[in-house]
């Protein structure tokens, strides 16, 4: 197969992205967030750039892990480098709608009714352990994560930009724990699997622990900015034909595979196309590669299938399909 040479990219797509800030700003941006979280998180890179792609796409992600590996502290540092509001919720069993987006309260004084507002009315909304609350109380989110507003006994509030969930979720344990329904799922742009650090990282959140510690971090961007990235993000990134048809040829694959009883939506593929985009911009380019889909299909599209009881006995999993298509399908040339 020869190798892949994307064109050149129109020239009116960089001037639209350019007025604002361009892809160097996005890059430079990403590496000093990454750089600050560094020396308060140790390891995790893969996680945190998830979590720029994800920001960058104004989309959503979940983390998934066991209880102590720092998902909840990663969250707080990183709204703090964004300088954006960050609310948490620790989601509970008895934990209602209203508790997470708002109620109306009679205000004695006025002689009205006036909105108490939830903590969704933020930036950065830490899901914590979303899977402990019941159906009811997930679905709350929904609108929020889908639209940017949430309506409240009749009426629609528009959430402010830029405005991302991160959810957290423990596998291991499934007592009292409530499934995400699949059209919840399916509205997370990413989800990424935080595995334990290896014995040298361990080490040395060991020594971080042991040593003064210094809690201060600094605040590497605004909300505004991160708004203009996004833009640059959407309007500033080349994408050739071929890499729209390998994005395309994945996401139809995973809906005829004998191993799946569902594969993936368009959802799936526009989720492919915008964080693929991310990840150039992060990297500096302002086209997208093959290898920039590669590195961001698995997270982008696996939590979106559902394997059949057959493949799930035999130990297959939805992240060996993904990889093994990312693999197996040929990328087309264009000119």
Not at 203 to 221: A, G, Q, S
Not at 244 to 251: L, S, V
Not at 291 to 309: C, Q
């Amino acid at each position: 197969m020869t190798e892949f040479v994307p064109p050149p990219p129109p020239e009116k797509k960089a001037a639209r992205a350019t007025s604002l800030v361009g892809v160097s700003d996005v890059e430079r941006i990403a590496k000093n967030i990454s750089e600050e979280l560094s020396s308060h998180i140790i390891g995790m890179k893969s996680t945190v750039q998830n979590l720029l792609i994800s920001l960058l796409c104004d989309g959503h992600i979940l983390l998934e892990g066991v209880p102590g590996i720092a998902k909840t502290t990663l969250a707080k540092l990183f709204a703090a480098t964004l300088g954006c509001k960050y609310k948490r919720v620790q989601f509970t069993p008895d934990l209602l709608p209203s508790d997470v987006l708002g109620t109306n309260v009679f205000d004695q004084r006025s002689g009205t009714f006036k909105l108490r507002r939830g903590p969704i009315f933020t930036n950065i909304l830490l899901a914590d352990e979303i899977n402990r609350a019941p159906p009811k109380t997930q679905s709350a989110l929904l609108e929020a994560m889908a639209e940017r507003q949430v309506s409240i006994e009749g009426n629609t509030y528009i959430l402010s930009s830029p405005f991302i969930v991160i959810a957290t979720q423990n596998p291991i344990e499934q007592e009292g724990t409530y499934p995400l329904p699949e059209a919840q799922v399916d509205r997370f742009l990413m989800k990424a699997v935080v595995g334990l650090p290896n014995p040298v990282e361990e080490e040395k959140i060991i020594k971080l622990k042991h040593e003064p510690e210094d809690n201060r971090i600094n605040e590497i961007t605004t909300p505004e900015t991160i708004v203009k990235l996004q833009k640059v993000i959407r309007e500033g990134v080349f994408v050739d034909q071929g890499i729209i048809e390998y994005i395309r040829d994945i996401t139809v694959r995973t809906r005829t595979d004998p191993r799946l009883f569902l594969g993936g939506s368009p959802r799936a593929s526009i989720a492919m196309l915008n964080s693929s985009k991310a990840y150039a911009a992060i990297c500096g380019r302002d086209y997208v590669v093959p290898d920039d889909v590669k590195r961001i299909a698995v997270d982008a599209v696996y939590h979106r299938l559902i394997l059949k009881p057959e493949a799930d006995l035999e130990g297959i999993t939805s992240q060996s399909i993904v990889r093994e298509l990312i693999r197996d399908i040929p990328i087309r040339e264009t000119r």
